[in-house]
């Protein structure tokens, strides 16, 4: 038997001037990655500084939305739902949901893409099978 990912509202996020940038980008629909630009490499989350070489030589660039299951695992409860690492194609792995699937079809290697998931505040990235 199928296990459908419960509809659940995720919680919403916590707001400030550090975060604000990635916040305003996803109600745009856009997911903010870091990139240091001492090294090239991109990060998750965004931030003011670099985690490879601790410079503020930082930007934010958008991301895709594309990637693959790295690693998974699904709550079943009451509101069944799967918590998952997604390795971004730009390199950086970001922990999220897996929704508007079978949560019996879930694996790891799996193409994904991005979508929000509207909350109170800002909306959330979620990723949905492709």
Excluded at 7 to 16: A, K
Excluded at 43 to 50: E, K, L, M, N, T
Aim: aromatic share 10%; charged share 20%; hydrophobic share 35%.
């Amino acid at each position: 038997m199928a296990t459908p990912a419960f509809d659940r509202i995720p919680v919403s996020p916590n707001e400030d001037p550090d975060n604000k940038p990635f916040f305003d980008a996803a109600r745009e629909g856009k997911l903010l990655i870091g990139k240091c630009l001492d090294t090239g490499k991109t990060f998750f989350p965004p931030r003011h500084v670099s985690p490879f070489t601790l410079s503020n030589n930082v930007e934010f660039v958008e991301s895709k939305g594309l990637g693959k299951i790295y690693s998974w695992s699904v709550q079943r409860g009451k509101e069944p739902y799967c918590l998952a690492y997604v390795t971004l194609e730009e390199g950086p792995t970001v922990m999220s949901n897996i929704i508007q699937t079978d949560l019996d079809a879930v694996k790891i290697g799996q193409s994904v893409k991005l979508v929000f998931k509207a909350t109170e505040g800002a909306p959330v990235p979620m990723f949905t099978p492709v």
